[in-house]
């Protein structure tokens, strides 16, 4: 039971931190896994990253209105060499 409020209370403020400040959210997360909910480091940094690539593979998609992906294919190297 406080599992789920504390993710939804972190998620919340996780959210709004990033979206106040313009990072993404996974600075303020990875402390969040490993210091509140007790995941190992390698693990929380396995999830940290998933969630990532999950939140930026959603923008290309839903942004696909405001930048085609004409123009986004455009800069596929970069894309696909960046980490």
């Known amino acids: ?12 403020t996780i959210g709004i931190l ?3 400040i313009g990072l ?3 600075e303020f997360r ?3 896994l490993i210091g509140l909910f007790k995941f190992q480091p390698l693990s929380a940094a396995i999830l940290n990253k998933t969630i ?5 593979s959603s923008a290309l998609i839903f942004r696909t209105d405001t ?6 294919s455009e800069y ?3 894309i696909l ?3």
């Open 18 to 20: 990033g979206g106040l």
């Open 67 to 72: 930048i085609p992906f004409s123009l986004i």
């Open 81 to 83: 060499t960046s980490s």
């Open 1 to 12: 039971m406080f599992t789920k409020i504390y993710g939804f209370i972190s998620g919340l």
């Open 30 to 32: 990875l402390p969040i």
């Open 24 to 26: 993404g959210g996974a």
């Open 76 to 78: 596929k190297m970069v």
């Open 52 to 56: 990532s690539l999950v939140v930026v």
